[in-house]
């Protein structure tokens, strides 16, 4: 299989864990969003073996230090 298919499988199983890990406090469309901004920064990488888990951990620690607030919070407050 190539290597943009088995990125994008991924990528889409990522964005599903932290769809429902981050339910209720974040919408769908900001951990798509922060998946989105989070894989563009390995655009460039000659390996892609980790790019998954280092991916996940960037996200994790991006929507966590983003402190809950803002307009992207499925609450609107």
Known sequence: MPQALLDDREREHLLSRLAARYAG????????EAVAEVYARFDGAKVH??????????VRELLET????????????
């Not at 402190?67 to 407050?77: A, F, I, N």
């Open 49 to 58: 073996t980790y790019v998954p888990l280092l991916a996940e951990r960037a």
């Open 25 to 32: 406090v974040y919408s769908p469309e900001r951990v798509r």
């Open 66 to 77: 983003s402190g809950g607030t803002g307009p992207d919070l499925v609450t609107g407050g």
